[in-house]
């Protein structure tokens, strides 16, 4: 198991790269976290939902993801509320003190989960929830020590140096621990590391012997892993990046409530594209592409999208002919209105969008998951890639559904949803083509999508199409070079030891 001493400290990275190394070594490996927070989700292909950083360990793993690996998600709908998701579907809107009275029954869940992941793998790799030495939350715990004792599995504990204070953090998370579960703590990892590891050398011998736990590696920093951040704290890095001269620029809207912001890391990653998440009106102008992402909480984000300017601007742009993007909430928010009659999202019953596509959104309890195929519908900006009947895949997680006015055209037409063939068309384009929404997440992961946006854009500039029609950016690769690094960085025979007796057989060679 995988803890550390804070929240981003580098647990998901240290778990997809463990995932990663076991694999590499022949070994049929799973990724677990009880509980998760993310607004960054997916669907399962039994159409189930799940954190997206199990998703990655499990792809790091070279294993299907399924909901026992994630079997509890909180969606945070504000300061206090979570929509809480159990085995990939939505049991209701808590509050945190509702949350705490169901753990007890939510517990046998996390334990079923996991002998049922034990039962079909040679080794599951742990990852707790920000520190297990939250001593108000200890008695309630359902996510670090807990699992630990449930699985009897020894502890690495992470610590970010490049943050300051790990040492004080290592000695502080051990000392507020009980002995039994202080025992359970069998090594210690340095993350994040930048500079001569030799300058680390007084202290490394110190902190073992204040806790009598070894260090047992220094992970460097990696930079440009481009693999999907969990928390929306790793875009404030990306809202200085400016485009260099020949890149056509795409400016994400970062709502307070984003979710799904990881749609637009394959355009992130494109050689000819500079991507950015922006806050405020002045962030927007001169950008090639706008783009209204995912929300929890579409009605709060929209007033938020009014009450920064932001939203008078991207009417402009509208009235401008400059493109916009709208994707599920972002979607929502360009129609007409946002109905909640019985208070799904929000307490707001009815609130206006921005006007710019004929659409209006009603919510509905029942939530929609499911991996889809669709194929372009009406011509629009965001299908220009696409040949002829074309199909590309994306995924669905919503509870609002629209409801489109008469005659209105739509970019996409979902022509199966979870293996089952329909006929069902998604989205909207606005009159004259500059506005489009859709409710299809992940459709940049399709080099058509991708290469055709990208072209489509540098066109209107009178630029040449200098777009590669490649695949989305190769993870594989980025696995590869992050299980290096940290196989470098660890002492694998001491986690070779740890690891030998929950192995069936004993080896992990």
Known sequence: MVQGTASFVGKSLLVTAL?????????????????????????????????????????AAGAEICAEMNPILLKPEGESRSQVVVLGRPIGSLSAAEYDRRKPELKPVVAESLVRLRARHDLVVIEGAGSPAEINLHDRDIVNMHVARLAG??????????????????VGTLALLPPEERALVRGLVVNKFRGDRGLLAPALPAVE????????????????????????????????IRPAPGEVEVAVVRFPRISNFD?????????????????????????????????????????????????????????????????????????????????????????????????????????????????????????S????????EAYEIRMGRLEPEPAVAAPFEVVARNGTACRSPDGAVGRGGAVVGTLLH?????PGIRAGLLAWLRRRRGWEEEVYRGPAPDRDAAYDRLAAVVEASLDMEAVERLVAPAMKGGSVR
């Open 19 to 59: 995932c990663r190394i076991f694999r590499r070594r022949g070994l049929k490996v799973a990724p677990f976290k009880a509980q998760n927070m993310s607004l960054n989700s997916c669907v399962t292909g039994d159409g189930l939902e799940v954190a997206r950083a199990q998703a990655v360990q499990a792809e």
């Open 442 to 446: 992940g459709l940049f992961e399709n």
């Open 209 to 240: 012997g204040m806790t009598g736990v070894p260090v047992l590696g220094v992970v460097p920093f990696i930079p440009d892993l481009r693999l999907p951040d969990e928390d929306s704290l790793g875009l404030d890095a990306r809202r200085a």
């Open 385 to 392: 890639g696409l040949g002829p009947g074309e199909e590309v």
């Open 263 to 383: 749609d637009f890391a394959p355009l992130e990653a494109e050689p000819r594209a500079s991507l950015r998440f922006v806050e405020g009106p002045q962030e927007v102008a001169g950008a090639d592409l706008v783009v209204l992402p995912g929300s929890k909480s579409t009605a709060a984000d929209l007033r938020w999208l009014e009450e920064s300017g932001l939203a008078r601007s991207i009417r402009e742009r509208a009235r401008r002919d400059e493109p916009v993007l709208g994707v599920c909430g972002g979607c929502q928010m360009l129609g007409r209105v946002i109905e909640d009659p019985e208070g799904v999202e929000s307490q707001e019953k009815s609130v206006e969008g921005l006007g710019l596509l004929p659409l209006r959104t009603r919510f509905e309890r029942e939530k929609v998951t499911a991996r889809v195929r669709a194929r372009a519908l009406a011509p629009s900006f965001l299908t």
């Open 153 to 170: 599995a020894p502890v690495l504990l992470v610590g970010d140096i490049d943050r300051g204070g790990v040492f004080a953090a290592f």
